[in-house]
């Protein structure tokens, strides 16, 4: 079975402070992963997505991850935070091949001016 | 494009009535999957479909649960009777199997479903 791990489910930082939130997998074949956004009030926007090839993945936002496979992780990152970003931040596996993406339960992130 | 289209965007209801829930898919995209989303269990994958047949309906949580798709612009979760813990919000989402085997979806607004 899949699964999704994030282990920080509520982060607080200030304006300009640098960002890193944990994502853990586990599953034991080829993955695709993800990180979605959640705006308040508004549904999930793609931030980037890893699929094969360079392990540090660049998305929208000045946002990136690092695909780890050794520690079965896909950290999101961004040196410096607005207040925009805040939102809910989630991590997603997809195994290769096929179609059904886990989720890990989200990180709230807040940022404050 | 509009996106993947949902409706209604709240819906409030009584404890033991039916609930239709309403999603239209992004044109051309083959696929079409429900979420669920609460604070306690995150979003989790109710069902989802592939040229409008169910191919895993494994995570609807009983059979007070069903979803249809008649055609490939249209798709229902229907909640008969409703509960209130079946509060939470509905998402749909759609994707193409031209964008690679698990390429990112496109999630509509959602519908938020309160029980009373």
């Known amino acids: 079975a899949q699964s999704v791990s994030q282990h920080n489910h509520h982060v607080i930082l200030s304006e300009a402070a640098s960002l890193e939130l944990g994502c853990n997998y586990s599953?034991?074949?080829?993955?695709?992963l993800f990180w979605y956004v959640q705006y308040p009030g508004q549904h999930l926007q793609l931030l980037l997505k890893?699929?094969?090839?360079?392990?540090l993945v660049k998305g929208i936002k000045g946002f990136e991850a690092e695909f780890i496979k050794s520690k079965f992780s896909f950290n999101l990152r961004k040196p410096s935070v607005q207040w925009s970003d805040t939102a809910e931040y989630f991590c997603?596996?997809?195994?290769?091949?096929?179609?059904?993406?886990?989720f890990g339960i989200g990180t709230k992130l807040q940022v404050i001016p | 494009d509009a996106g993947v289209i949902q409706s209604p965007r709240h819906e409030v209801t009584e404890m033991g009535q039916e609930v239709t829930l309403r999603c239209k898919p992004i044109?051309?995209?083959?696929?079409l999957f429900w979420y669920r989303q609460t604070m306690m269990r995150g979003l989790e994958l109710l069902i989802y479909?592939?040229?409008?047949?169910?191919?895993?309906d494994s995570g609807m949580p009983e059979d007070r649960f069903s979803a249809k798709m008649p055609n490939a612009s249209f798709s229902t979760l229907k909640i008969q009777p409703s509960e209130p813990r079946d509060s939470a919000v509905y998402f749909c989402?759609?994707?193409?199997?031209?964008?690679?085997?698990?390429?990112?979806?496109?999630f509509g607004s959602g519908t938020r479903l309160t029980v009373v």
């Open positions: 989402a759609s994707r193409s199997s031209t964008g690679g085997p698990s390429g990112g979806y496109t």
């Open positions: 599953y034991g074949g080829t993955v695709n």
């Open positions: 890893y699929f094969s090839g360079d392990p």
């Open positions: 997603a596996l997809g195994p290769g091949g096929y179609q059904k993406v886990t």
């Open positions: 044109s051309g995209h083959d696929y």
């Open positions: 479909f592939n040229n409008n047949v169910p191919i895993d």
